[in-house]
Every structure is written in C-alpha cells, then in structure tokens.
C-alpha cells in the first residue's frame, strides 16, 4: 500500500452562518433571506478540509475557544478527516465565526469575528508533528505562527505556500521572504505593488519573495511567474453557486499538488479545479470535491 502524503495547515479555523439573499446590499436597509446554512470556515481549516478531501494526511494548526463554537469546529474537522490535535482551545477563550451574505450569482460579502482569548505567542506549537510531512501551508493571520511553521518545514526539507491576502499587508510582508510559494489574492499584489497589472506585479513582488510567486484572478484565472516570463492559465467555466472558501480550496489544493512534487503550472490547473468544483457545487466543506471526483473534472476538461 502506498503510504499518503502529508501535509499541514496553520492559521485561522471559523465557525461560519451562510445566509442566501437575492442581491447583495449597496446601502443601509433590511432584507430577508432566502435561505441560511451553517458550516466551518476559516483559512487554513477549510484549505485543510480540502488537503483531506484530496487524499493527504493532514494536520492543522489553530487556536481557537473552549466554547460551543470551538467544538462545533474540532467535529467538523474531524468529521472532514483532518487530524485536531494541534488546534488549540484556548481556557475562556471566544472562537472566530463569520457571517457570509451570498447573492444568486454566487458571489458574496463577508464578516469575521476573528476570536479573542490568546496571545501571538507561537512557542507553544508541537511541530513534532511535521516529521513526515511534505508540504505545510499558512494563511496571513498569525505570522509567529507561520514564521515558525515556514521555520519548522525548511528544517525538514519540506516545501511551504502562503497564501497572501489583503487584511493584513504588514504580515504578508514579513512572511514573503520565508516561503517558497507565495500565491497572491489580486488585491493584495496590487496594493503591495502599486500595479494593478498582473505581469508587472508579480515581477515587482519577485524581488522580494523567497521562492515561487503567483496570484489567483478569479474569473480572470491563474498568473505566474515563470523565470522572467508571467503566464496565464484561464479560469474552468462553471456556473458559480457560492464562490465562498474558493481561494481557501485552491490553497489547500495547492499544497498537495506541491507536496506531490508538481510544478507551478501543473498545481495551478489542480487547485484552480478544486477550486472551481468547489463554487459549482453550492456552500460549505461539504461542498468540496475528493480525488476521484476532481480527477475526472480534469480528465474531461483537457
């Protein structure tokens, strides 16, 4: 039997509220929903979730409460196959939860409660539990704790992606220079770069990265930097039912593609795959796709 690949996530694990509304709001006003659905959420958990879902052992790294909402989240994740042990519930601590607005197109607005309870302080971290491993990723939200984990893979000869987002530059910053993938949300390049130009900031971030960096467009699809050339792989066309957790599957998806010794292209067309069954699908960990079902997705798609 051929032994599983492993991988691990650090950062941020929600509990989340979906509410399903016909439009998106533009201004002050009540509406009524037409549906509501609960699941987890969160970085790291959901890019784990995914990690799961595709086959890889997979270890995630938190800190959440030792409230109901704590627990809620250790048994999604446990249901989803992630193994908990290392998703700390801090004593009188308050878990992170979100409420996502998502309109018929699919697309949505979000709102993060992102816990309280604990401090920044990484020392606390067993990375025993990397021995093995061969790929770990973090998300933005605690650099300490990405700062040691990125720390931790390289000790082990294992390769790690950081997935950089807008709501905290000054840590993205940090992280840049210790990770070997650096995959980018548009938003983020381009207020780090002053570019709004794909080509010309991913070439502008490359000086100071450690490793590989690319950034995910959405419907516009996949960029990277390739030497001194930037390509372009097109989105998958799918009718979007939620687009929610989309970048968080293509981080997690990514990972193990990373982890499986692909190349940037190759986990590029993976995790955009992953990511976009994940959108035609609807809400949710429940709505992401395993192996087999994103294998075939490839296989017709080529």
């Known amino acids: ?21 016909p439009n998106l709001p533009t201004e002050p006003s009540k509406m009524r929903v037409t549906g509501q659905y609960e699941t987890g959420g969160g970085i790291a958990a959901t890019a784990a979730v995914a990690c799961a879902r595709l086959g890889a052992e997979t270890v995630c790294y938190s800190r959440i409460g030792s409230d109901a909402a704590g627990n809620e989240i250790i048994r999604r994740l446990d249901e989803a196959g992630v193994q908990t042990d290392q998703v700390h519930q801090f004593e ?25 309870g604990w401090s920044d302080d990484a020392s606390w971290l067993d990375f025993s539990r990397l021995d093995g491993v061969a790929a770990v990723m973090a998300d933005y939200s605690w650099w300490q704790g990405a700062s040691a984990i990125f720390a931790a893979a390289a000790d082990r000869g294992a390769k790690s992606v950081l997935d950089a987002d807008i709501n905290d530059l000054e840590a993205v910053q940090r992280l840049l220079p210790l990770a070997d993938h650096v995959v980018f949300s548009e938003r983020c390049l381009a207020q780090l770069t002053g570019h709004g130009e794909h080509a010309l900031g991913l070439k502008a971030i490359a000086r100071r990265a450690k490793g590989h960096v690319s950034v995910t467009a959405g419907e516009g699809g996949f960029y990277w930097l390739d030497a001194d050339t930037v ?69 017709g798609a080529q």
């Not at 979007?240 to 940037?264: C, K, P, Q, R, W």
């Not at 590029?268 to 075939?296: H, N, P, Q, T, V």
Request: glycine share 12%; aromatic share 8%; charged share 20%.
């Open 1 to 21: 039997m051929v032994a599983r690949i492993k991988v691990a996530t650090l950062g941020n694990a929600f509990l989340d509220r979906i509410l399903y509304v």
């Open 231 to 299: 390509r372009h792989m097109p989105a998958f066309a799918i009718k979007a039912l939620d687009t929610n957790g989309a970048g968080d599957v293509f981080h997690g998806a990514y990972t193990v593609a990373v982890a499986e010794g692909h190349s940037v292209e190759r986990a590029g067309r993976f995790a955009s795959a992953a990511a976009a069954l994940k959108c035609a699908r609807g809400s949710g960990w429940e709505s992401i796709a395993d192996r087999s079902e994103l294998d075939l997705f490839l296989n």
């Open 92 to 116: 009188n601590g308050r878990s992170p939860q979100g409420t996502i607005i998502v309109e018929r197109s699919g697309e949505r607005m979000g709102f993060g409660f992102m816990g309280e």
